[in-house]
């Protein structure tokens, strides 16, 4: 009889706590108990887990030691009261949040690009960003193949990377507008509804959003290379679900868009859809949500740079983007033995 494990969900009742139970069923992961917990105002909720109902646990009063794997889908303070707690009982944690992304002990792993950092961890394995992860899982294998001297990137983050509360206000916003009615604003701090927000999340000093510092720090921690200029620009646009990017790379070596189209058309995770058609290329909407692969479009040489490559990238933002990653970093703990 194969190997079975107990693993806790903090955060079970949020959209990437919800993705990951799911992810978990449909991916066969092989559970012995699963352990939903969440914070005080979800505790006492249900999930459906294989069928059955499982009560939603407050994770101030759980014992981690009765799990060997513990995925936080939480925010980065509950990661920083609880997971030092679940690893010095002995789970291994894999967190999705900004907590513990920069600390040098901790591997930061997209399993498609860096799968080997699985053994460097000391109890802790960080989940990148939703944008850093979608776009390296695209340009890895260029990396690998030319080398890149810079990346220049524009999202366009739909509002789930926001959390339910985002997702309900453009709906909310969207509802209201269409009636002739007037809106507020409570969690973006302008209209969302019909607009589109040059911001995501607070400003650094050097003008650049946390958001875009994350994409710049985590690209150079995951592709270990600390010389790789990255310029990102973060948007928020009205779609619920599924990040898009317009990436803009400059490699070391010249490649050609042919070479790139091949090399990605046999990439692990990436599905490519590259026609010079009306409508031969990937929206979140239609190609993305729901889906695990990140999908690649528009690939062109650069017409301003001689090593430039230019393309289209879409995903979805709680599956590939965070949930989905997160349970594959945990596959890779299984097959390390833990």
């Known amino acids: 009889m194969s190997q079975t494990y107990n693993v806790a969900v903090v955060g079970a009742t949020g959209l990437v706590g919800e993705a990951m139970i799911e992810l978990l ?7 012995e108990n699963l352990y939903p917990l969440g914070s005080d105002n979800s505790a006492g909720g249900v999930v459906y887990f294989n069928g ?3 009560r939603v646990k407050n994770v101030a009063d759980f014992d981690f030691s009765q799990v060997q794997i513990a995925l936080f889908a939480a925010g980065a303070d509950v990661a920083a009261q609880y997971a030092p707690v679940a690893v010095e009982a002995g789970a291994v944690v894999i967190d999705n949040s900004s ?18 950092r699985i053994h460097d961890h000391c109890g802790i394995i960080a989940n990148p960003n939703c944008s850093t992860i979608q776009m390296l899982v695209a340009v890895a294998p260029i990396y690998r193949s030319a080398g890149i001297r810079r990346i220049n990137v524009a ?53 650049y959003t946390h958001e875009e510092m994350k994409m710049v720090n985590e690209t150079r921690k995951i592709l270990e290379d600390d010389d790789i200029g990255v310029n990102p620009t973060c948007v928020r646009v009205p779609v619920f679900f599924g990040h898009s990017e317009a990436v803009h790379i400059e490699t070391r070596e010249q490649i050609s868009a042919l070479e790139v189209r091949e090399m990605l058309q046999m990439a692990p995770g990436v599905e490519v859809i590259d026609e010079a058609v009306d409508g031969g290329w990937a929206t979140p909407v239609t190609e993305a949500t729901g889906k695990d692969a990140v999908f690649v479009s528009r690939i062109r040489e650069d017409i301003s740079s ?33």
Do not use: H
């Not at 920069?102 to 498609?112: M, Y």
């Not at 509360?165 to 302008?190: C, H, M, S, W, Y």
């Not at 001689?306 to 989905?324: H, P, Q, T, Y």
């Open 99 to 116: 907590c513990f992304r920069d600390e040098p002990e901790v591997p930061l792993i997209v399993p498609e690009v860096n799968p080997e």
């Open 155 to 207: 999202t366009y983050q739909s509002v789930s990377g926001g959390g339910r509360k985002a997702v309900e206000e453009l709906a909310r916003q969207t509802a209201l507008l269409l009636n002739g009615q007037d809106i507020d604003v409570q969690v973006f701090p302008k209209q969302m509804a019909f607009n589109v927000l040059p911001q995501i999340d607070g400003f650094d000093d050097n003008g």
């Open 52 to 54: 059955k109902s499982r």
């Open 306 to 338: 001689e090593n430039g490559i230019d393309m289209w990238v879409v995903s979805d933002n709680l599956r590939k983007g965070a949930a989905l990653n997160a349970v594959q970093i945990a596959e890779l703990l299984v097959q390390a033995g833990l």
């Open 25 to 31: 069923e449909s991916r066969g992961f092989p559970i």
